[in-house]
């Protein structure tokens, strides 16, 4: 991997070569850093990163780079590099960011940070590891944006029998959840109970308070009004012929 746009933030900079240099990653991986000597902003990456290269040969191994993101305590790099760009002559400035360099990239600081990541459980039990893909699921589900959540619920809850009534900008009104679906939440044993009817709805967070107007309930993953209008859909989706389809 090579950066020739060093990112201001550690944490981004250690993800990228994670994304590379993973669990059952068999091959070498190989990381170059590009810097503009002779520019304030290079200046500042330079010395950090000359400093790593120290602390790498003194430690012995390359986990050093893999706590990059935790390395910086009090000031951000952010900071460093806007205050050596806009005050770069200023003694002061340059006498900060060495005593910033040399306490945070201290040798013992830097053990410290590589025993606490070797602690790190090595092995997860079954329902842990099922937790963590559960969790990573609804992670990618919350990325839908509302608008396709709404176009989809609008129609699957209507072939249900379900209305939505239209009340204030991106807000909605259910006055009955069709049986079919609350039958539905009840086997499928989904978190909270379905109600009979909900006096507000929405598919966008910023919608669901306005003043003067009843809180509205927001249909998301994870919502069990949406959870089990999706799962009545995939079971009648599934026991259906080829030619069967919501669209």
């Known amino acids: 991997m090579v950066n020739y746009d060093l990112p201001w933030n550690p944490n981004r900079l250690e993800q990228r070569f994670?994304?590379?240099?993973?669990?059952?990653?068999?091959?070498?991986?190989?990381?170059?850093?590009?810097?503009?000597?002779?520019t304030r902003e290079g200046d500042v990456f330079l010395r950090l990163l000359r400093k790593l290269e120290q602390q790498r040969e003194t430690l012995g191994t390359d986990a050093v780079f893999d706590v990059l993101g935790k390395v910086l305590q009090g000031q951000s790099l952010k900071e460093l590099l806007i205050d050596a760009i806009?005050?770069?002559?200023?003694?002061?400035?340059?006498?900060?960011?060495?005593?910033?360099?040399?306490?945070?990239?201290?040798?013992?600081?830097?053990?410290?940070?590589l025993s606490e990541r070797q602690l790190t459980q090595d092995t997860l039990s079954?329902?842990?590891?099922?937790?963590?893909?559960?969790e990573m699921e609804r992670a990618q589900a919350r990325k839908l944006q509302p608008h396709y959540i709404g176009a989809f619920f609008l129609d699957a809850f209507a072939r249900f029998g379900g209305q939505l009534q239209k009340r204030e900008p991106q807000r909605f009104e259910i006055r009955y959840v069709p049986a079919e679906?609350?039958?539905?939440?009840?086997?499928?044993?989904?978190?909270?109970?379905?109600?009979?009817?909900?006096?507000?709805v929405t598919f966008h967070k910023q919608a669901t308070r306005l003043d003067g107007k009843p809180p509205a309930a927001l249909l998301?993953?994870?919502?069990?009004l949406l959870d089990a209008t999706v799962d009545l859909v995939w079971r009648n989706t599934a026991t259906c012929s080829g030619r069967c389809s919501l669209g």
């Open 18 to 38: 994670g994304r590379i240099h993973r669990i059952g990653q068999r091959e070498q991986c190989h990381l170059w850093n590009l810097v503009a000597e002779g």
């Open 86 to 113: 806009r005050r770069n002559d200023d003694p002061e400035v340059r006498a900060r960011l060495d005593r910033v360099i040399q306490h945070d990239l201290d040798t013992d600081r830097l053990r410290e940070l």
């Open 126 to 134: 079954t329902d842990r590891v099922q937790a963590i893909r559960e």
């Open 181 to 200: 679906i609350r039958q539905r939440d009840r086997v499928s044993g989904l978190r909270a109970p379905l109600l009979k009817a909900y006096e507000r």
């Open 220 to 224: 998301a993953p994870g919502h069990p």
